[in-house]
């Protein structure tokens, strides 16, 4: 009995796959492309026929993990008024993200990445941060958070320390739990809302 032969679709999806875990764990500049080919189980000319240099398959990448992300933090969520189960919910999700998807969120957050974004990169991140900055700013209006804050330097902050959380604990310095994780969300607010 002979097995279906994998469609275009089922191959591009298997070198995107292979490519996030072996990017995520090796880097994106140090990392040649044959080392991708065989974790998709393909050859490099197969990957070339899909994905025409490393450059468009790390884009391709990119774009795919940044919506996977959007559609997990964002999705039926009402963005219109922030307040604290709001705030609880975005880190609830952020959190199941990364120790869900641990590669995906090792990936987004490698320190690289704008030197090779191209356009379309760049505005899959824009789609992802316009909606949370925007949150930011109606939350200083209404005077749920601080207003001596940029939304920016708010956003840096929140996601600088859910990042660090995460870091120090694939590095073996802590191993979090979710009180942990309660208390560093709870921190957060603290230092981002109007009442801290």
Same mark, same amino acid.
């Given at each position: 009995?002979?097995?279906?032969?994998?469609?275009?679709?089922?191959?591009?999806?298997?070198?995107?796959?292979?490519?996030?875990?072996?990017?995520?764990?090796?880097?994106?500049?140090?990392?040649?492309?044959?080392?991708?080919?065989?974790?998709?189980?393909?050859?490099?000319?197969?990957?070339?026929?899909?994905?025409?240099?490393?450059?468009?398959?790390?884009?391709?990448?990119?774009?795919?993990?940044?919506? &996977?992300? %959007?559609?997990?933090?964002?999705?039926?969520?009402? !963005?219109?008024?922030?307040? *604290?189960?709001?705030?609880? =919910? #975005?880190?609830?999700?952020?959190?199941?993200?990364?120790?869900?998807?641990?590669?995906?969120?090792?990936?987004?957050?490698?320190?690289?990445?704008?030197?090779?974004?191209?356009?379309?990169?760049?505005?899959?991140?824009?789609?992802?941060?316009?909606?949370?900055?925007?949150?930011?700013?109606?939350?200083?209006?209404?005077?749920?958070?601080?207003?001596?804050?940029?939304?920016?330097? &708010?956003? %840096?902050?929140?996601?600088?320390?859910?990042?660090? !959380?995460?870091?120090?604990? *694939?590095?073996?310095?802590? =191993? #979090?739990?979710?009180?942990?994780?309660?208390?560093?969300?709870?921190?957060?607010?603290?230092?981002?809302?109007?009442?801290?």
């Amino acid at each position: 009995m002979t097995t279906p032969s994998a469609t275009p679709d089922d191959k591009r999806q298997r070198i995107l796959a292979a490519a996030l875990t072996v990017f995520a764990r090796q880097g994106v500049h140090g990392t040649p492309v044959p080392p991708i080919a065989t974790a998709a189980g393909i050859s490099v000319g197969g990957l070339y026929r899909y994905f025409a240099s490393k450059e468009a398959l790390v884009n391709a990448v990119f774009q795919d993990t940044k919506q &996977a992300l %959007a559609t997990h933090l964002l999705t039926d969520l009402n !963005l219109t008024t922030l307040d *604290r189960p709001l705030f609880n =919910e #975005l880190w609830r999700r952020l959190a199941d993200f990364a120790r869900h998807r641990p590669d995906a969120f090792r990936f987004l957050e490698l320190q690289d990445h704008h030197s090779y974004l191209d356009a379309n990169s760049r505005l899959s991140e824009w789609q992802l941060l316009m909606p949370l900055r925007q949150l930011i700013e109606q939350g200083q209006q209404a005077g749920v958070l601080t207003q001596h804050l940029r939304p920016e330097v &708010a956003m %840096a902050l929140f996601w600088g320390a859910f990042v660090g !959380l995460f870091k120090a604990q *694939r590095l073996g310095y802590l =191993e #979090l739990d979710s009180d942990d994780l309660q208390q560093a969300r709870d921190a957060c607010w603290q230092v981002l809302s109007h009442t801290s």
